[in-house]
């Protein structure tokens, strides 16, 4: 596609359940990123991906966040047992410079995630 | 670790006044630099960058200069527009020590009244 793309745009979901969050980066970009931005407030970076290296996770608030990403392909954000802080919009972004100092981060729309 | 520091908002301006939002940062090796926007409703986007010492970004009137003995990349406007009404976000890659990481500040939020 044209630029990154995100899934679902918008889940409502029960406290305690599972959810997950899909991003489709611009191919050919190797690095990739989530934030989460809660309302009203800045970019919180979660986690990540650059290439073949292991993910840069220090974002992730607890361990109920988890992420993954096959080769420099789809990304699935995955957060267990939901709780009402949760709730957010998740962004992705992907950019297509590697270890290079320059790097436009490309954002999809986001997942608005709202907990109940 | 790097970090980028944002001028606090809320920003309210009357159209045609000139914009100035601070933003300084700290980084290892030479990072690039961006501005970022997110417009009511709209995703994140980029507004501007500067990739070394002494560059200046510009874009839709906006204009940002990499200053590496102040590490400042303040953003300014000289007449800005109800239209300019959006979150602004500072920005920087590390560079290879850093893996090529972004880094982001907390945001701006600007206001222009008719």
């Known amino acids: 596609g044209a630029g990154v793309s995100q899934s679902p745009s918008n889940k409502v979901t029960e406290k305690g359940k599972d959810v997950e969050l899909r991003c489709d980066p611009i191919?050919?970009?190797?690095?990739l990123y989530w934030y989460r931005q809660r309302l009203g407030q800045g970019l919180e970076f979660l986690i990540y991906f650059q290439g073949n290296s292991a993910p840069d996770k220090s974002g992730l608030p607890s361990d109920r966040f988890s992420a993954e990403r096959t080769g420099e392909s789809v990304s699935t954000l995955t957060i267990q047992r939901t709780q009402q802080e949760d709730s957010a919009v998740y962004l992705c972004a992907s950019s297509s410079t590697s270890g290079a100092n320059t790097g436009e981060l490309f954002f999809g729309e986001g997942s608005r995630l709202t907990v109940l | 670790g790097d970090s980028v520091t944002q001028m606090e908002g809320p920003v309210t301006l009357s159209e045609e006044a000139f914009l100035t939002i601070n933003c300084t940062y700290t980084?290892?090796?030479?990072?690039?630099l961006f501005w970022y926007v997110q417009y009511p409703g709209e995703g994140l986007q980029l507004l501007l960058k500067a990739t070394k010492a002494d560059d200046k970004g510009s874009n839709k009137g906006f204009e940002a200069t990499y200053r590496k003995e102040t590490t400042s990349f303040h953003l300014e406007k000289g007449s800005v527009q109800v239209s300019d009404s959006a979150v602004y976000f500072c920005a920087l890659r590390g560079g290879y020590a850093n893996a090529g990481k972004s880094t982001f500040g907390d945001g701006t939020t600007l206001t222009v009244k008719p």
């Open positions: 191919s050919g970009h190797t690095a």
């Open positions: 980084a290892t090796g030479y990072p690039s």
